[in-house]
């Protein structure tokens, strides 16, 4: 062989290592705060004796609206980097409350013990990664290969199989066969015949962010951070002895951070995605926005705010009638930073000394923007459910509101307590049997947007 030939070869080669590399491996910027957790592992360095590889990325970006550092998880389709100049449009998903940012002192009185919780419980930018299991049911129905409905429950029942080997299930948790069966035939296609066609998913890149407890709006006196931190590092990390006393009980404490100018921070994650990201020229500007309870009510408001940022919209359980929310010793005991966030929360005090801005919750109310839209019929580009059993008012009446602003039947967008389905309560078994529902809803509106250009 001339030695020509044996450079051309070296380049082959070597290309075929990076093609490997940027398939498989983690990317260049910051380790997951959580990275020693298996089903992260499992999500974001695949190991090469796994059936099913996935393309989760973490990602870190400076935050000035917050003066601090923050991660997100990114899922690109799994032929990301085999179509190097194809272009996808993308969604975003909200995670919803962390009831975890409160609690005894011995849980937040160093960074470590923070870190152990957020680690512990995987909650926020955790949630629909590893609570919804949202890259496996992606990435199944996205798949070529799945041409029936039965083809995607057999899918995902060995994605799930896949995932248990890994610690990727709770115990206590539905079987994989039973995870497909309910994603697919109880819900995405109840009462079907199983050889019916099923048309894979336009392909998305799916991003993950971390909302805190800021309710995804600013505090209404303008604060970045409350309570404030000095730690400007992501992972919730904190300065021993931040940890904020919010009531007259001394074990009820709020982590720093835990609130602050979060809409003009997620409007912030848009631009670096767009700009600055590694993925910026990848990225259509064909957008949709999801999220679960809390996520859910952000999810609807940033939507129906930002109609130009955002082309499909859907929430789960959402809070989409936040004036419903009026009981201040409820919030206060329970929710503190909605207080804060639309109102002020008076510290160490009884709750009825704090209060709630009503113009301020208005402007950000979901249903009040529906009706000042005018939009009398449900569109196309909304989809909105919440379960049987959610057991919160603020919830249930909520979307029974909006679904009479919409003149849609009572009850309509209610789902009935169905087996593997969390009994249709607030709960991710509940959020995870109707994530296939969700996808499609944004698939379906990127398809129409796409074509009409």
């Known amino acids: 062989m ?3 030939d044996w450079k051309w070869l070296w380049i082959i080669l070597f290309s075929l290592l990076l093609a490997s590399a940027g398939s498989f491996g983690t990317s260049d910027a910051s380790p997951p705060c959580c990275s020693e957790d298996p089903e992260v592992s499992y999500l974001l360095s695949p190991r090469s004796s796994q059936r099913f590889q996935y393309l989760v990325r973490y990602e870190s970006f400076f935050s000035k609206e917050l003066g601090k550092e923050k991660g997100f998880f ?4 799994e032929d990301f980097y085999q179509r190097p100049r194809f ?6 998903l909200l995670h919803g409350y962390n009831f975890h940012r409160k609690g005894a ?5 160093s960074p470590e013990k923070a870190m152990k919780i957020l680690c512990e419980v995987k909650e926020e930018e955790y949630h629909w990664l590893l609570h919804e299991d949202i890259a496996l049911i992606a990435n199944a129905m996205m798949g070529p290969r799945n041409r029936t409905y039965q083809g995607l429950e057999r899918d995902l029942e060995e994605r799930f199989g896949e995932l248990a080997k890994h610690g990727g299930l709770l115990k206590g948790d539905s079987s994989p066969k039973e995870i497909a069966q309910s994603i697919v035939f109880r819900n995405l296609h109840p009462g ?17 962010p971390d909302g805190d407890n800021g309710f995804y709006t600013d505090e209404n006196e303008g604060k970045a951070l409350f309570p404030e931190t000095k730690e400007s590092k992501p992972c919730d990390r904190f300065q021993p002895g931040e940890a904020f006393h919010y009531s007259l009980l001394p074990f009820l404490l709020m982590k720093p951070g835990a609130l602050g100018r979060h809409e003009s921070y997620f ?4 631009h670096y995605l767009d700009g600055q990201s590694p993925y910026r020229d990848r990225l259509l500007q064909v957008r949709g926005i999801g999220g679960i309870s809390m996520g859910g009510f952000g999810a609807m408001k940033l939507g129906l705010k930002h109609p130009s940022l955002f082309q499909s919209i859907s929430s789960q359980s959402g809070l989409l009638d936040i004036d419903l929310l009026r009981d201040k010793w409820m919030l206060k005991m329970t929710m503190p930073e909605f207080l804060e966030v639309f109102g002020r929360l008076e510290a160490q005090k009884i709750p009825s000394s704090s209060f709630l801005d009503r113009n301020y919750v208005l402007a950000n109310n979901p249903l009040t923007l529906i009706e000042e839209k005018k939009i009398f019929r449900l569109p196309s580009w909304l989809y909105f459910d919440y379960g049987k059993n959610e057991g919160f008012h603020g919830i249930t009446g909520g979307n029974q509101n909006v ?14 307590v169905q087996p593997h389905n969390g009994k249709a309560a607030h709960n991710n078994l509940f959020w995870r049997s109707r994530s296939g529902n969700i996808l499609k809803h944004h698939s379906d509106a990127f398809q129409k947007i796409i074509l009409e250009k």
């Open 403 to 416: 679904e009479k602003a919409l003149n849609e039947k009572h009850g309509s967008h209610q789902i009935p």
């Open 192 to 208: 079907g015949n199983s050889s019916d066609p099923f048309h894979p998913l336009m392909k998305m890149i799916i991003v993950l």
């Open 2 to 4: 001339k030695m020509k």
């Open 87 to 92: 272009k996808y449009p993308v969604l975003f």
């Open 267 to 270: 409007l912030e994650i848009l």
């Open 105 to 109: 002192w011995w849980k937040v009185r």
């Open 74 to 77: 990114i899922i690109l389709p």
